[in-house]
């Protein structure tokens, strides 16, 4: 009996222990990203990539409010200036309703597009209340520098977020560390997602104090998925070929294993 007892509590010591809040939420958080998305995809498609935008309406979501802005603003500026900027950004802001509350009737994940409602309303009373139709765009702005910050930051206390993010999917916890070639990865992912934010604030901060409304929406709306897209896709081309061949096999494998 004692002897079953001891197998036992030796059986139990080498089951594997259980994932801890912490590693949960962070697996869950890492999935919801694009990279998340692509994880499983053996070679880059079309419906890869369209998922880890959201979907056709996760697409139209992030394009459409500002597209609206643009068409409407420009077209109405010099007709009508008085009403062209309310206009314009309540056609943004309705759009954006629309699409939260489709998700909501369809008891959809409604965070993409509260998140989305949230940002085209705010910089809409924003721009009204400063009666300044370019500081529509000030709170993306100030988010893109903020995002850039975090990354710098992240690569120069030596844990870039992207091997935090990936580390959470493959199941590894921070085991990516100890490794030169994933860590070598994991920044130099890092430092081009922080590209994509400086090149953002570059082109984009100077039209902004021009106070130059049409050409900073162009900017903004053609250095914002198309840019998002090869970013996104050059990461997990990264992430995949150093896994691949860590593991002696394929990433995804790997990958999906986790999932």
């Known amino acids: 009996m004692i002897a079953d007892e001891n197998n036992a509590e030796q059986g139990a010591g080498d089951a594997p222990a259980e994932p801890s809040l912490r590693d949960a939420l962070g697996a869950a958080a890492a999935k919801n990203t694009g990279l998340g998305a692509m994880a499983g995809e053996t070679a880059p498609s079309g419906d890869a990539l369209l998922r880890a935008m959201g979907g056709v309406r996760g ?3 992030a394009v459409l409010p500002g597209l609206a ?3 409407l603003y420009t077209i109405l500026i010099t007709p009508a200036p008085g009403t062209a900027v309310p206009i314009a950004l309540g056609a943004s802001v309705l759009i954006a309703l629309v699409f939260t509350v489709w998700r909501v009737i369809a008891k959809e994940n409604v965070t ?3 998140a989305g409602l949230v940002g085209v309303g705010a910089s809409a009373i924003l721009a009204i209340a400063t009666n300044r139709p370019v500081n529509n765009f000030a709170l993306g702005l100030g988010i893109d520098a903020l995002y850039g910050l975090a990354f710098l930051i992240s690569v120069l206390v030596r844990w870039p977020i992207i091997g935090i993010a990936v580390g ?3 199941g590894e ?5 100890k490794h030169p070639a ?3 990865v994991a920044v130099i992912s890092t430092l081009l997602w922080l590209a994509l934010f400086v090149a953002r604030l570059v082109v984009q901060v100077p039209l902004f104090l021009a106070g130059n409304t049409a050409a900073l929406a162009i900017t903004h709306l053609v250095m914002g998925i198309p840019l ?7 990461t997990w081309l990264l992430v995949r070929d150093v896994y691949a061949r860590k593991n002696g096999g394929t990433a995804s494998d790997s990958m999906s294993s986790q999932g």
């Open 173 to 177: 916890g921070v085991a990516w560390r």
């Open 112 to 114: 993409q597009a509260v």
């Open 168 to 170: 959470y999917l493959y």
């Open 69 to 71: 802005f643009i068409v």
């Open 59 to 61: 697409l139209c979501e």
């Open 228 to 234: 998002y897209v090869p970013v996104l896709l050059v």
């Open 182 to 184: 994933t860590y070598r």
